[in-house]
């Protein structure tokens, strides 16, 4: 019995502590549709719900300080094309309130569990989620006899993130959740947060690299960062995209090897490039694109499909050119032999001279296309160098975002 005394006096405690000031609740379908970082436990059909609101501890002139631990459990779901990024959290919210001390020779009970709204408790919003997906509906608040209070949130979002694609399949990005507290003021509250890594899976195309914590600086409301640096693991396109694309394109050398004169070589042209044209459109809805920054595969892969129709008109035009050398050749005679054609009751064309014709054709064309050949192949080795060297070192900074660039934009600021 006497657990329950010490709880239901501490609830009346809390129940003197209460303002008469409201103020609306965040409305949404579900859990998922709200972005805002605490459980809901009201009819959301309803048009406007209100619930009476617990004034924040004070702790004189300095604001009160809250630890947050956040525990990263899983990081899944990365979408590069929808630059989303999904996450596991589990927040651990510690902070002092004597308001709930008591006297432990009078109530000998040192710690109590509470409903998260029975006290206050820090409203957190996080900036970049698109939904926000509670484990617990009820979380429970523990109070020592200090009035220290311990209160634990699992959630499950879905956050936005601005991935750095240029050196796509091997990019890293930093992805930030910003978790503000819209309710107070930089004047009444501080985080002190943590951040730990529980991730045990290995088993993604994305892993997480590196996390990090920061309070941004002059800031209007209290607001905390957990950064998030993802890491492409890039085994997946470099088999799907890169491999297929080197080989296209080692195969169209090999088809220069081919005779000019020989009708194979130009229906192995065209059945390459029909062959990459359809690559290339499927290669364009699995990569990603960006108002900056882009990745350098599209742009290589553009160049390949160039490279491969350049490669695919010359020898359509050398052919062309040398079948049309053979045929004047062959019905135009010789001027020398002109005059004793017309004496001939058969007359036609001298085969000395359509051979000799047809041979000059030949050789002036596969002198070109063996010239050509030549430049094809040192343009290929000059543009994978010249790939490997911008994949490798090449920079590339992204345009600020228009809230920054606007000369009136920005976040508030002190």
Not at 36 to 63: C, H
Request: hydrophobic share 45%; net charge neutral.
């Amino acid at each position: 019995m006497q657990p329950i005394t010490m709880t239901l006096w501490l609830l009346l405690h809390l129940a003197l502590l209460r303002l008469g000031t409201t103020r609306p609740l965040v409305q949404g379908r579900g859990f998922r549709a709200a972005a805002v970082a605490w459980p809901s436990f009201f009819d959301l059909n309803s048009p406007l719900e209100v619930r009476e609101t617990i004034q924040i501890p004070n702790n004189g002139s300095a604001p009160l300080l809250v630890d947050v631990q956040v525990f990263v459990t899983n990081v899944f779901n990365v979408d590069i094309l929808r630059y989303t990024v999904s996450s596991m959290l589990l927040l651990r919210l510690s902070w002092l309130d004597t308001r709930l001390a008591w006297n432990v020779s009078v109530h000998p009970q040192r710690v109590l569990t509470l409903p998260w709204d029975s006290l206050w408790t820090p409203g957190l919003t996080i900036q970049e989620a698109l939904w926000v997906d509670w484990q617990n509906q009820s979380p429970q608040a523990q109070v020592d006899q200090d009035g220290h209070v311990e209160l634990y949130l699992a959630l499950t979002t879905e956050t936005n993130c601005d991935f750095e694609l240029l050196h796509f399949p091997r990019d890293q990005s930093n992805c930030t959740l910003s978790f503000y507290a819209l309710s107070s003021t930089v004047m009444e509250l501080e985080f002190q947060p943590h951040v730990v890594n529980e991730i045990v899976s290995v088993k993604r195309e994305y892993v997480v690299r590196d996390l990090k914590t920061q309070v941004p600086p002059q800031q209007l409301v209290p607001c905390f960062q957990v950064t998030l640096l993802l890491q492409n693991t890039a085994l997946k396109a470099i088999i799907a995209l890169l491999v297929p694309g080197e080989a296209l394109l080692l195969a169209d050398m090999c088809g220069g090897l081919l005779p000019l004169q020989a009708t194979e070589r130009t229906a192995y042209k065209v059945t390459l490039l029909l062959g990459y044209l359809v690559f290339h459109s499927s290669l364009v809805q699995a990569l990603p694109s960006s108002s900056s920054c882009n990745p350098l595969l599209i742009y290589y892969f553009t160049i390949l499909l160039l490279l491969l129709f350049l490669s695919t008109m010359e020898t359509v035009l050398l052919a062309g050119l040398l079948a049309r050398g053979r045929l004047r050749a062959a019905r135009s005679p010789s001027p020398t032999r002109r005059g004793q054609q017309r004496d001939r009751d058969n007359g036609g064309p001298n085969p000395e001279e359509a051979t000799r014709a047809s041979g000059a054709w030949r050789s002036w064309a596969e002198a070109a296309d063996h010239t050509f050949f030549l430049l094809y192949l040192a343009g290929v080795v000059c543009s994978q160098f010249v790939f490997i060297g911008l994949w490798m070192w090449g920079t590339c900074e992204s345009d600020p975002a228009p809230g920054k660039a606007a000369p009136h934009g920005g976040q508030p600021r002190l």
